[in-house]
Structures are given as structure tokens and as C-alpha cells.
């Protein structure tokens, strides 16, 4: 069993903002899974099917970003889901626009979200998939009034950006399950 939490806040005005880019990931990966339309559950939204023989749940926390451990750790523990088993997909200032990188345990670079899961899962040794939205380019603007604004780049690299880093998680997944004996 695997757990990908996509990261964001919750409701309409916070769609398209960069904070939001963990749930249009993960809105992405349940399309190409071609699951059915997410359910409530561990106060998230919650899809899950077999991918590779394996059950795979992708969570998105309705608890807004500060709190996303109270729905991360709720369905770990649910499903006994063990860190190397936990992907974390959530924006990342520190990478330029359009990049998205795999990295595990490590810092938490300040992103309330991360911290809020260490606390919930007890580590940050889990995975996570940054996803780059870049910095402020306007001098004295503020990250959280920039992460909390929609994108400024064209539709099209936005969408490049969500596609790219969904390939990263589907890479990430392949070769996770590569390494283990599949079990549904």
C-alpha cells in the first residue's frame, strides 16, 4: 500500500494558486489512474485503486496546508502505511518555476505543511516531490502573499508543470514497486 498526499488548501478561491499545486498533481494522477471522482475521508478527499498490483490512495487534505498532518497521519495510520510508502507532493519556492524534484527526508525549508506531517507521522524521513514555483520576483513581496497568488506563467507551462511533476510520482511509484513483491 502506498500514500500520496498532494498538498494544498481547500475551496474555490484557492484553485489555481501556487500553494496549490500538490492537488492539481494529485487531481492528475487520478486522472491518469482513471479512478472515479474523489470521496471524504480522513478529512481529505481521497482516491484509491490498484496501480502495479498494489493499492495506491492519493489524499488530498482538506484541512488546509498548516494542517495537513491531522489528514496525512489519520490515513497512515489507517492504512499502516510505513514512511518509505509516503509521498509527499507540495510547492517549492526554492526551485525555479517548472522544475519538480524527488527527494527524501531532509529539511523542511520553512513549509508549515511538512512540518505539520513530522509532527502527525513522528519523522521527516518520508518522500516528497517538490514541485518548483519559484520566488517572488517583485522586491519586498511577501512568500506566503506569493504562494497564496495564482500563477502568473501562461496555462500551457502551468499545465507542464503539473504533468511533469505527475511523471516524477508515477516514476517514483514504478520504481518503488519494482523493489518490492506486489500484493493488492
Avoid: C
Avoid at 490498484?50 to 488546509?64: E, W
Avoid at 502505511?81 to 526554492?94: A, C, I, K, S, T
Avoid at 511538512?114 to 520576483?137: C, K, M, N, T
Amino acid at each position: 500500500m502506498y500514500l500520496i498526499a498532494a498538498l494544498g488548501n481547500p475551496g474555490q478561491k484557492h484553485e489555481r494558486q501556487r500553494h496549490n499545486v500538490g492537488f492539481m498533481v494529485g487531481e492528475e494522477l487520478r486522472r491518469r489512474f482513471g479512478w472515479g471522482p474523489f470521496r471524504d475521508k480522513f478529512r481529505g478527499l481521497m482516491g484509491e485503486g490498484p496501480v502495479g498490483g498494489v493499492k495506491v490512495v492519493v489524499l488530498l487534505p482538506m484541512t488546509f496546508m498548516n494542517r495537513s498532518g491531522d489528514s496525512v497521519g489519520r490515513a497512515a495510520e489507517y492504512f499502516g502505511v510505513p514512511l518509505e510508502r509516503l509521498l509527499v507532493v507540495h510547492d517549492e519556492v526554492e526551485l525555479p518555476f517548472g522544475e519538480a524534484r524527488l527527494k527524501e527526508g531532509g529539511g523542511l525549508g520553512g513549509h508549515n505543511g511538512l512540518r505539520s506531517i513530522e509532527q502527525a507521522v513522528g519523522s521527516r524521513d518520508f518522500h516528497r516531490l517538490r514541485v518548483g514555483v519559484g520566488r517572488p520576483e517583485e522586491p519586498g513581496r511577501s512568500l506566503a502573499g506569493y504562494v497564496l497568488s495564482s500563477f502568473d506563467e501562461p496555462e500551457d507551462a502551468v499545465l507542464g508543470l503539473i504533468r511533469g511533476a505527475a511523471d516524477l510520482a508515477e516514476e517514483w511509484l514504478a520504481s518503488a514497486l519494482s523493489a518490492s513483491e506486489p500484493s493488492v
